[in-house]
């Protein structure tokens, strides 16, 4: 099991939004984009990378889809006091 994640998300206000961005993703370079466009995060900027962090360190429904996710595919709808995130795994450490 991994003790690190490293993950990209894009934060918006409405799971319909969520929805919707997540047909046009297809790739790392399509999330960055959207991320950068669509985020409602400052981490937007950077195409939604968060960077490497642990379990305990992200509220419990982001922490648990990003923990659970597979490299490269984009999460369903996971929503948060924050909002509605799209999450992608990038690397498992």
């Not at 929805?19 to 790392?28: D, G, M, V």
């Not at 923990?67 to 996971?78: A, E, I, R, T």
Request: proline share 4%.
């Amino acid at each position: 099991m991994a003790d690190e994640v490293r993950a990209s998300h894009i934060l918006v206000d409405t799971k319909e939004e969520a929805l919707e961005l997540k047909e046009n993703i297809t790739s790392l370079e399509d999330f960055a984009r959207a991320a950068a466009e669509y985020s409602n995060c400052p981490s937007g900027a950077e195409g939604g990378d968060l960077g490497y962090f642990g379990r305990g360190m992200m509220v419990k429904p982001f922490e648990d889809a990003a923990f659970s996710l597979p490299v490269g595919v984009v999460s369903d709808p996971v929503e948060t006091q924050f909002g509605w995130h799209l999450i992608m795994v990038t690397d498992k450490d």
